[in-house]
């Protein structure tokens, strides 16, 4: 037990050392450089080498205490900036998750307007190319199957148009939107898929979904959380250097770009979950259904998924109402 708690300990220890202390020393040697150059000197490389001289240890015994104290400083203020941003990653993590209020309705409005402008484009694009099908302007098939040598090919550049257009759509969301970003979209595109599929509510059949999910999965859906958690703490660092870069523009370079690599991670990340609980349904649905004690002899249907809902929403029966019997 004292060998296995050292190594839960251990790992805790290069967990919190790998996402808050050292993002965050890196981050506090960052602003110890950028706030004494500034933006007048940003770019001044014989100037940061001198700061960054004046920090070296001298030969007295004050020399030392003096850089040991600074050192202790940097830690703690490396630790204070990594709890700050974890903290800050978390808000960001409620942000992706659509959160109520008018400007998160009016982004969904926004949003809705460009999916449906990209699709009508898309729409058209399809439409016209099945028309040209039709009329045995375009052949499709392949060489061998053609049946006339005059019909000329659909041009390249046709096919990749189709593709771009395809992927602008799918960029604002993967189906209609109905949330304010993509993240929020994409695990609703789920709920309203096994709703449709399924006949019950994801939301609320999760935690007993959990519960007979075996554990090579769970480990599965612990990684792409913590991955989507990772990403959104990575993202929260971008606008911590967006700050630093108010007194020192090389900052806004970096923010920049970990700004963009925390959402691409973000949306790989809520991929790999979105695919990952759709499968734990449609592998382990069945399972849930008989530990509920519904019968469910093949594939789980609508009708079985039903049940599930009803069980799962213990709803009350209704009450006959009261008849009064006079005075």
Not at 128 to 154: I, M, W
Not at 196 to 212: K, T
Not at 235 to 245: D, E, M, R
Not at 291 to 302: E, M, P, Q, R, V
Request: aromatic fraction near 6%; glycine fraction near 8%; charge should be positive.
């Amino acid at each position: 037990m004292t060998s296995l708690l050292q190594e839960l300990s251990k790992r805790v220890l290069d967990r919190w050392a790998a996402v808050v202390f050292g993002p965050g020393l890196l981050f506090v040697a960052c602003a110890w450089l950028g706030l004494r150059l500034g933006h007048r000197h940003a770019a001044d490389v014989e100037r940061a080498q001198a700061v960054i001289a004046r920090f070296g240890v001298g030969s007295g015994a004050d020399d030392t205490i003096r850089v040991g104290l600074a050192l202790a400083a940097v830690a703690f203020a490396a630790a204070l900036c990594g709890v700050g941003v974890a903290s800050l990653g978390r808000a960001v993590e409620a942000a992706w998750g659509d959160p109520p209020g008018l400007l998160a309705d009016r982004a969904a409005a926004r949003r809705r307007r460009r999916w449906l402008a990209a699709d009508r484009a898309l729409t058209a694009e399809l439409d016209a190319f099945a028309a040209a099908v039709a009329r045995g302007r375009l052949r499709t098939a392949p060489p061998r199957q053609r049946a006339t040598a005059d019909v000329p090919e659909d041009p390249d550049d046709a096919r990749a148009r189709r593709r771009r257009l395809r992927a602008r759509r799918d960029r604002v969301a993967p189906a209609e939107p109905v949330a304010a970003t993509w993240i929020a979209d994409r695990l609703a595109l789920v709920e309203r898929r096994v709703l449709a599929r399924y006949g019950f509510a994801l939301r609320s059949a999760w935690p007993h979904l959990w519960s007979v999910a075996p554990e090579p999965l769970r480990t599965d859906l612990t990684s792409a959380q913590r991955g989507y958690a990772d990403a959104a703490r990575l993202f929260a660092w971008g606008l911590a250097y967006l700050v630093l870069g108010l007194f020192w523009w090389p900052a806004l370079l970096i923010g920049l770009v970990v700004l963009g690599s925390g959402r691409r991670r973000a949306r790989r990340a809520t991929e790999v979950l979105a695919q990952l609980l759709e499968a734990t349904v449609d592998l382990h649905g069945r399972q849930l259904a008989m530990a509920l004690g519904i019968a469910c002899d093949g594939s789980l249907t609508t009708a079985v998924g039903e049940q599930i809902e009803q069980v799962l929403a213990k709803t009350l029966p209704e009450q006959p109402a009261a008849v009064s019997t006079g005075p």
